[in-house]
């Protein structure tokens, strides 16, 4: 599976009721399916997947499958117990998602051989892509053990250990070849690609793509790529990083200051208060007038 561009992760709306709101869901969709994302993330950590019941979360993929009418390849969020995992990635697959962001188990955690056979178990039902964050950093050799397990496909780097994602990609080409899928998952990626480019990275996620595309875009073909980081990307993760989950709930902003309703954020996220949604607001116009100009 040929993953190719700006990876787009879509917030997931909610109704005032307080319900998933999945025609607002498929707008969001197709909107960002207008800049040629290369790939779609849908109930993954900004579409809050830890705050959705199974049946929303399988809701979400299939509103997201539809809208992307196979463009662009679909991955699904799964994780926590097994026993859920196993449930997400088959509703993924039921919807006709082509693959799965693993995210690390929580509270739970065993020696490697266990999160290897976790891993190994979900695998069997769709294409993985490991999320290494938190619990789960796999050495270089784990990597390669990974990359040799049927049906994990990739590895989505959210540590930013430049040391250990070279060596990582260097034992993991030797052993595997060019196939298995290395990207940048750190929040606001842009800012570090060019690190991860030296290391053999050239994929990565972006939460901007998710309310400004046209910035987003208009930095992965370079244009103004050195004003963006410095007037927009580089404010843009300093706010991210003044509140817990504000990673998330920026990104929602984002979406309603673009026009989507996508409403609020769910607990335990809060939602950005006003004076950073009028500071976001001010970013986007900068980004937008950088992207113009
Ligand atoms: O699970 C997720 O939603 C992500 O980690 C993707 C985001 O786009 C991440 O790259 C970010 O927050 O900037």
Redesign the pocket.
């Known amino acids: 599976m040929n993953l190719d561009g700006v ?1 787009f ?1 879509p917030v997931t709306p909610f109704a005032p009721d307080g319900s998933l709101a999945g025609d607002v869901l498929a707008e969001h969709v197709a909107r960002g399916m207008e800049h040629g994302p290369g790939g779609v ?1 849908a109930a ?4 809050e ?1 830890p705050a959705l019941s199974e049946a929303e979360h399988a809701a979400a993929v299939r509103v997201t499958v539809k809208a992307v009418a196979g463009r662009a390849p679909v991955f699904a ?1 799964a994780g926590g117990p097994l026993g859920a995992a196993l449930n997400q990635a088959r509703a993924a697959r039921d919807a006709g998602a082509d693959g799965l ?1 693993l ?1 690390p188990p929580y509270l739970a955690m065993g020696p490697w051989r266990g999160f290897a056979a976790y891993v190994r178990a979900v695998a069997e039902v769709l294409p993985v892509i490991v ?1 290494a964050r938190g619990p789960v950093v796999p050495t270089p050799e784990q990597a390669v053990e990974l990359a040799a397990t049927s049906g994990v496909i990739g590895l ?1 780097d ?1 540590v930013g250990d430049i040391d250990l994602i070279r060596r990582t990609v260097l034992a993991v080409r030797r052993a595997a070849g060019p196939g298995f899928t290395f990207f ?6 842009e800012l570090t690609m060019a690190a991860y480019r030296g290391a053999g990275v050239g994929l ?7 309310f400004a595309p046209e910035i987003a875009t208009a930095f992965l073909r370079g244009e103004n790529a050195q004003e963006l980081l410095t007037e927009f990307y580089e404010p843009f993760s300093r706010l ?1 990083a003044t509140v817990p989950g504000y ?2 709930s920026l ?1 929602k902003a984002g979406v309603r200051l673009r026009g989507l309703d996508a409403g609020p954020v769910r607990p335990p996220l809060v939602d950005a208060a006003p004076e950073h949604v009028a500071e976001l607001s001010a970013l986007i116009e900068r980004g937008l007038a950088l992207v113009a100009g």
């Open positions: 990876l992760f993330f993954c950590g900004t579409g997947f969020g962001l995210l999320y989505k959210g940048n998952g750190l929040p606001t990626a990565y996620s972006s939460a901007v793509f998710a991210r990673a998330v990104v």
